[in-house]
């Protein structure tokens, strides 16, 4: 069964600083992950998908990386806003049905 | 535009009762899913539908149901709510079946079982 875990759970940093996201699996045949960012109250909004066969996604100031081998992905955000606030959900997807397990999320403050 | 709609988007119903959530996308996906939000557990898989008249159990369907009559819609049905049923519920849906598509999520059902 996979079990997809982020680390930290919660984390504040200033505006303007780069920081990264982490996240882990247990399965590593992977199909795809995804990354969704969640604002309070409010549903998820997809922000990138890394296929398997794929190494990292760019959208923006936004960058996800994949690595099966060592079981993790990471989300680069660089350059942060007070507007990046919300917490990041990860989601590996193990076949070509669209299932997904999601970890439990890291929720990032970004303070002006 | 198209969208995923979710109603109603809160409602307190009292344990034993059924509840029904619905669920309408516009977008003709194939895909539809049930989630529900728990503190400390994350997203869980109840129910999946890959199309009409599919339907599938996920990670924590006991105490659920769904039915897929048409492309549009997956109404999720609690047959007799429970105070562990509390929780936030979201729909989602998604274009094809080989995984390389996006879900896009409805805002979510805030249930409250008294």
């Known amino acids: 069964k996979q079990e997809v875990t982020q680390i930290p759970a919660a984390l504040s940093v200033p505006e303007g600083e780069n920081l990264v996201l982490n996240c882990s699996f247990t399965?590593?045949?992977?199909?795809?992950l995804q990354w969704f960012r969640q604002d309070p109250g409010k549903g998820l909004t997809s922000l990138l998908l890394?296929?398997?066969?794929?190494r990292e996604q760019t959208s923006g100031r936004l960058n996800a990386s994949l690595d099966k081998s060592s079981g993790r992905s990471t989300l680069y955000i660089a350059a942060s806003q007070p507007g990046d606030s919300a917490t990041y959900l990860c989601?590996?997807?193990?076949?070509?049905?669209?299932?997904?397990?999601f970890g439990k999320g890291t929720m990032l403050l970004v303070s002006p | 535009d198209a969208e995923i709609t979710q109603s109603p988007r809160h409602k307190i119903t009292e344990t034993g009762r059924q509840v029904t959530l619905a669920c309408h996308q516009t977008w003709n996906h194939n895909n539809m899913f049930w989630y529900r939000q728990d503190l400390g557990h994350g997203l869980r898989l109840i129910h999946y539908?890959?199309?009409?008249?599919?339907?599938n159990k996920g990670e924590v369907s006991d105490g659920y149901s769904v039915s897929r009559s048409n492309t549009e819609d997956l109404p999720l049905t609690l047959e007799s709510a429970a105070s562990s049923q509390t929780s936030v519920y979201f729909c989602a849906s998604s274009v094809a079946g080989d995984g390389t598509d996006t879900q896009y999520f409805g805002p979510g059902t805030r249930l409250t079982v008294l």
């Open positions: 539908s890959y199309g009409v008249q599919d339907t």
């Open positions: 890394i296929q398997s066969s794929q």
């Open positions: 399965d590593s045949a992977i199909y795809n």
């Open positions: 989601a590996a997807s193990n076949s070509g049905y669209s299932t997904l397990t």
